[in-house]
């Protein structure tokens, strides 16, 4: 079992940055592939980042290739989500999520484990 808890959200203008921080509790942080999904009002959440274990696979949905940056530090059982030259669509709530399977966290398709939420706003 792991428990997510997400950090830095907040109001930006745009074209600003900010960046997300998801603590992971436990000592098995390194078994999970970590995403990063978000969820603007009226809308379905929608996949964003996903690094796998040591790093070395690392996806981004074509609405933020360029812009963000997901990184983890294992030591720290951390995942982070740099986010540069923020738009006003970006604004959603953003969740980290976790899990051992690449191709289910990616589709979203069953994962269990997500934090609460940290909510977003790029001002325009």
């Known amino acids: 079992q792991v428990q997510l808890v997400e950090s830095g959200g907040g109001l930006v203008q745009a074209g600003g940055s900010l960046r997300l921080s998801c603590a992971a509790s436990?000592?098995?942080?390194?078994?999970?592939?970590m995403g990063w999904f978000r969820q603007a009002p009226g809308k379905e959440r929608e996949f964003v980042a996903q690094i796998s274990w040591t790093g070395g696979r690392i996806y981004y949905a074509d609405s933020v290739k360029g812009r963000f940056t997901i990184s983890r530090d294992n030591v720290k059982n951390t995942v982070y989500l740099q986010m540069n030259s923020l738009k006003p669509e970006d604004t959603a709530v953003y969740y980290c999520?976790?899990?051992?399977?690449?191709?289910?966290?990616?589709?979203?398709?069953?994962?269990?484990?997500w934090g609460q939420g940290t909510q977003v706003t790029v001002s325009s």
């Open positions: 999520a976790a899990d051992e399977s690449l191709s289910r966290l990616r589709s979203d398709s069953g994962t269990d484990h």
């Open positions: 436990g000592r098995t942080f390194s078994r999970y592939v």
